[in-house]
T-cell receptor
Framework: IAGITQAPTSQILAAGRRMTLRCTQD?????MYWYRQDLGLGLRLIHY???????GKGEVPDGYSVSRANTDDFPLTLASAVPSQTSVYFC????????????FGEGSRLTVL | GQNIDQPTEMTATEGAIVQINCTYQ??????LFWYQQHAGEAPTFLSYNVLDGLEEKGRFSSFLSRSKGYSYLLLKELQMKDSASYLCAVRDSNYKLSFGAGTTVTVRA
């Protein structure tokens, strides 16, 4: 089934540890995004990539990095996790055409202790 | 940037109609989206408006007024399965999508 796959689905992490959330899409979409979702704050954009080889900062990029080596993969790395990064992380992709709706992965629930 | 406001919660009865309003302020408007999100699940696309007017899709309709920075999502013939969070999102000229905090709709029997 075509779509977006995120891994892991859930992770508990000690503060200070490095963590990479993986995201792979098989729809050949140009654009990919990482959002975090927190109660009462909604979805906030962390980083995005309009095409392979390019990335950009979103609304809340501090403490996170991304890379886009190819069309399909868009990993999100927390270099040194802090408790405020406890959240649900959603990866999404879109074809930047007329509608350009986002397709979301199932989310990765991260708890930093 | 975007400033997107929508009510936090709404409650309605099964079979009724509910209207969720969304107001926004944006630099470089390039479309407005509505997404549905059930608890513990990913958001799913409901509707898209880029021109003024009403877009109808079955029991769901979405309206946009660009001059007023205003949209609404209309849910008709409410069903229990419509209990979810509804997210208003605005796309800018760089194709970045910014979301409101979401409106939780509870449908009661």
């Amino acid at each position: 089934i075509a779509g977006i796959t995120q891994a892991p689905t859930s992770q508990i992490l000690a503060a200070g540890r490095r963590m990479t959330l993986r995201c792979t899409q098989d729809m050949r979409h140009n654009a990919m995004y990482w959002y975090r979702q927190d109660l009462g704050l909604g979805l906030r954009l962390i980083h995005y990539s309009n095409t392979a080889g390019t990335t950009g900062k979103g609304e809340v990029p501090d403490g996170y990095s991304v890379s886009r080596a190819n069309t399909d993969d868009f990993p999100l790395t927390l270099a040194s996790a802090v408790p405020s990064q406890t959240s649900v992380y959603f990866c999404a992709s879109s074809e930047q055409g007329e509608t350009g709706e986002l397709f979301f992965g199932e989310g990765s629930r991260l708890t930093v202790l | 940037g975007q400033n997107i406001d929508q009510p936090t919660e709404m409650t309605a009865t099964e079979g009724a109609i509910v209207q969720i309003n969304c107001t926004y302020q944006t630099s470089g408007f390039n479309g407005l989206f509505w997404y549905q999100q059930h608890a513990g699940e990913a958001p799913t696309f409901l509707s898209y408006n880029v021109l003024d007017g009403l877009e109808e899709k079955g029991r769901f309709s979405s309206f946009l007024s660009r001059s007023k920075g205003y949209s609404y999502l209309l849910l008709k013939e409410l069903q229990m399965k419509d209990s979810a969070s509804y997210l208003c999102a605005v796309r800018d000229s760089n194709y970045k999508l910014s979301f409101g905090a979401g409106t939780t709709v509870t449908v009661r029997a």
